[in-house]
């Protein structure tokens, strides 16, 4: 598990899910979900916001977990959601933004598993590289 990673991927998540809750036009308008003037519904906002502080939620726990059983619940909680997010984002947004939104979440799902698969064995130079073979 590359803990610097996983705690990288949750400090960004964090962040954006505040920001987003904030101004939900920042997700919207990228998902094709405003009108022709680019404003974002009311009813759209409301919708945004519970997703943002799930993920500004799921971030700070991989910030704040301990790592081991809880920082590893925690990335598959992540995952889940932006795998999640893939799928139900691919199925129902605007064909002109549908690709983009997969990508980006699939995106995210993909670092956190690779980091939370990932050999944390240390080199023999303690450096966290990779190991050396015989």
Request: hydrophobic share 50%; aromatic share 2%.
């Amino acid at each position: 598990m590359r803990v610097g990673v996983l705690r990288a991927v949750g400090a960004v998540t964090a962040c954006y899910g505040v920001v987003v809750a904030a101004r939900p036009q920042l997700l919207a308008r990228p998902s094709g979900l405003v009108d022709e003037a680019g404003r974002t519904a009311e009813a759209t906002r409301t919708s945004l916001r519970p997703l943002a502080w799930r993920d500004a939620a799921g971030g700070l726990a991989l910030v704040l977990a301990p790592e081991g059983p809880a920082l590893t619940t925690a990335a598959w909680l992540r995952i889940a959601a932006d795998l999640g997010d893939a799928v139900l984002l691919g199925a129902t947004l605007p064909r002109a933004a549908r690709a983009k939104a997969v990508a980006v979440s699939v995106g995210w799902g993909a670092l956190s598993v690779a980091a939370l698969c990932a050999d944390r064995t240390r080199s023999p130079g303690g450096d966290g590289g990779p190991r050396l073979r015989s």
